[in-house]
């Protein structure tokens, strides 16, 4: 083997006809809901290093014991792993693997890993730690499911249009989308969130007028997995990174009847929230060390300061904060600052900031949501971030203006200077 990466890939139009992959769905299909993995958000890419070394070490030399090593070295002395998507039973996507099929492990993303305060573990279904199929795979069967879905939408909307006569508005579009799917799928469909526990008080059944449409996500379903009440619930993290842009991607695991709340002296397991010991809103980061589950209670009690269980501004890391907050915090520390006098400034330092990415260009603020991806190895989508953001700013447009009541009062009295650059932090 010499490959050093996966080779290009085709389409192959021709399949077995004996093959399952190849069969024609039914008129009804049965409904398949879109999984989330119960790993999703627990090792960032920033980790990635960490297990592919040690897939490299000790699952290599664990793997030479087998008859058949799943994982072999190539001429360079590379640890490979092999990818035959579409080659053993057909794709129905008509993707298949070109080139060699033992190919470098870091073009597979890793699969069903824990790394835990003792070791990495890996799940059975998963013995090696990465994806059956490599990146480049993956990424074609994603653009195939992605075109059909749309393929199957556009039909939906053609056929409506031809029984109305007419072009139908975006409304309408949607109504003849939801009467596709209650006709193929049932008058219901379950909501997905967080696990099935929806949020609606209605749910987990609804009807599918009470979902999105996500048009190319699935060849089979052109509807949201997520109602849209429990989707408007859980779309603060993302803009608060447009807004805020703390430091750090770190979802933390709440397991239930386990995870207790962070409150010195309480030992509750139900109606925890995750809460940022420093806030986001005044420069907190979305690192590790900076996240926590409390009680409801104790969570709006703690609102609007920096704890509960931190005392002094010494028991602040830096980790806590946002890097480019820094200098304020090292002055808190070395004058001693009360956390209150450090909250306020922290909150001077934010207004700053965001007035500093107001005055910024689309293709500036672009640019600095690209940074801030590159630098905390996250993946927002940074022209959807800029509309959001000036979708905001345009909300409250009288607050950027100097001639507000309250600018002076918003921005000044700020005891360090701070300055701000799109690729900086």
């Known amino acids: 083997m010499?490959?050093?990466?996966?080779?290009?890939?085709?389409?192959v139009l021709s399949h077995d006809p004996n093959s399952d992959a190849d069969k024609r769905p039914p008129s009804k299909p049965e409904r398949t809901k879109r999984g989330v993995s119960e790993q999703s958000g627990r090792?960032?890419?920033?980790?990635?290093?960490?297990?592919?070394?040690?897939?490299e070490t000790v699952v290599y030399e664990a793997e030479q014991k087998r008859t058949k090593p799943r994982l072999q070295k190539n001429d360079k002395g590379e640890v490979c792993a092999q990818c035959t998507f579409g080659k053993v039973l057909g794709s129905k996507s008509g993707v298949e693997h070109e080139g060699d099929e033992w190919i470098p492990i870091r073009n597979f993303k890793p699969r069903l890993v824990k790394i835990t305060d003792v070791g990495i573990a890996y799940h059975t279904r998963a013995p090696t730690?990465?994806?059956?199929?490599?990146?480049?795979?993956?990424?074609?069967?994603?653009?195939?499911?992605?075109d059909e879905g749309e393929k199957l939408f556009n039909k939906i909307i053609k056929k409506a249009e031809e029984s109305a006569g007419r072009e139908l508005s975006e409304e309408e579009k949607k109504s003849a989308s939801d009467a596709w799917a209650t006709k193929t799928y049932g008058s219901e469909n379950p909501c997905s969130f967080n696990g099935g526990k929806c949020l609606n008080p209605n749910g987990p059944n609804l009807p599918w007028s009470a979902f999105g449409l996500s048009i190319r996500q699935d060849p089979m379903m052109i509807h949201h997995n997520i109602c849209n009440f429990c989707s408007k619930s859980s779309s603060s993290e993302g803009d608060r990174w447009v807004k805020y842009s703390p430091d750090g991607r770190h979802s933390p695991n709440k397991i239930l009847g386990v995870t207790t709340c962070s409150q010195d002296g309480c030992d509750i397991t139900v109606?925890?929230?995750?809460?940022?010991?420093?806030?986001?809103?005044?420069?907190?980061?979305?690192?590790?060390?900076?996240?926590?589950?409390?009680?409801?209670?104790?969570?709006?009690?703690?609102?609007?300061?920096?704890?509960?269980?931190?005392?002094?501004v010494h028991e602040v890391t830096k980790d806590m904060v946002s890097e480019r907050f820094h200098p304020v915090l090292d002055?808190?520390?070395?004058?001693?600052?009360?956390?209150?006098?450090?909250?306020?400034?922290?909150?001077?330092?934010?207004?700053?900031?965001?007035?500093?990415?107001?005055?910024?260009?689309?293709?500036?603020?672009?640019?600095?949501?690209?940074?801030?991806?590159?630098?905390?190895?996250?993946?927002?989508?940074?022209?959807?971030?800029?509309?959001?953001?000036?979708?905001?700013?345009?909300?409250?447009?009288?607050?950027?203006?100097?001639?507000?009541?309250?600018?002076?009062?918003?921005?000044?009295?700020?005891?360090?200077?701070?300055?701000?650059?799109?690729?900086?932090?």
């Open 331 to 425: 002055k808190a520390k070395e004058e001693n600052w009360s956390l209150d006098k450090l909250v306020s400034q922290l909150k001077i330092a934010m207004e700053q900031f965001l007035r500093w990415k107001v005055s910024l260009t689309d293709a500036e603020l672009n640019a600095f949501f690209t940074s801030q991806n590159a630098r905390n190895n996250s993946n927002h989508k940074e022209d959807r971030a800029v509309s959001k953001f000036k979708k905001w700013c345009s909300n409250s447009p009288h607050r950027w203006k100097p001639e507000h009541k309250d600018y002076v009062k918003r921005v000044s009295g700020l005891e360090v200077e701070l300055e701000f650059t799109i690729d900086g932090p």
């Open 271 to 312: 109606l925890l929230e995750n809460d940022h010991c420093v806030e986001l809103n005044f420069g907190g980061s979305d690192n590790e060390a900076n996240q926590q589950y409390l009680h409801k209670k104790h969570h709006d009690e703690k609102k609007g300061t920096i704890g509960p269980n931190i005392k002094s």
């Open 43 to 55: 090792n960032s890419t920033a980790r990635n290093e960490q297990i592919y070394k040690h897939i």
């Open 2 to 11: 010499t490959t050093d990466g996966p080779a290009r890939r085709r389409r």
């Open 129 to 146: 730690g990465l994806q059956n199929n490599c990146d480049v795979c993956n990424k074609d069967r994603r653009v195939w499911r992605g």
